[in-house]
């Protein structure tokens, strides 16, 4: 199954935030990393206007380290898996990993997203 997967990049890193980056770098799989590119999202594009974009050019995965929530529920709505959390590296190790299926989420990152979540929503 053919999949690009999107890592946000500053300084060779995967970004601090989602939406806060220099470019992406984009992965095509087909079981094996068959192409990389880089793509700059376009001038003027605010930071909720990323999943949409990411959904046009074909992208069916995501890999972040933070992420504001109401992005979250964006993505929900698009056809792009989130993965939220992920520790900083850089993106050749990070789509390493998610090859072999090791990609970890901080913990505290998670919580401190459902925890921002949760209250905004009582």
Same mark, same amino acid.
């Given at each position: 199954?053919?999949?690009? &997967? @999107?890592?946000?990049?500053?300084?060779? %890193?995967?970004? *601090?935030?989602?939406?806060? #980056?220099?470019?992406?770098?984009?992965? *095509?799989?087909?079981?094996?990393? &068959?192409?990389?590119?880089?793509?700059?999202?376009? @001038?003027?594009?605010? @930071?909720?206007?990323?999943?949409?974009?990411?959904? *046009?050019?074909?992208?069916?995965? #995501?890999?972040?380290?933070? &992420?504001?929530?109401?992005?979250?529920?964006?993505?929900?709505?698009?056809?792009?898996?989130?993965?939220?959390?992920?520790?900083?590296?850089?993106? %050749?190790?990070?789509?390493?990993?998610?090859?072999?299926?090791?990609?970890?989420?901080?913990?505290?990152?998670?919580? *401190?997203?459902? &925890?921002?979540?949760?209250?905004?929503?009582?």
């Amino acid at each position: 199954m053919k999949k690009r &997967v @999107a890592i946000p990049v500053t300084n060779e %890193q995967l970004s *601090e935030y989602f939406g806060e #980056c220099s470019h992406y770098e984009i992965f *095509e799989i087909d079981g094996k990393i &068959v192409d990389r590119k880089t793509a700059k999202f376009p @001038a003027g594009t605010v @930071a909720t206007e990323l999943p949409g974009w990411l959904e *046009e050019i074909g992208i069916t995965d #995501c890999i972040t380290f933070k &992420v504001n929530p109401k992005i979250i529920n964006l993505f929900a709505s698009k056809k792009v898996n989130l993965f939220v959390g992920v520790p900083i590296d850089s993106p %050749q190790n990070l789509i390493e990993a998610y090859l072999q299926g090791k990609l970890e989420s901080d913990e505290k990152i998670i919580h *401190e997203i459902t &925890v921002v979540t949760n209250n905004k929503n009582r």
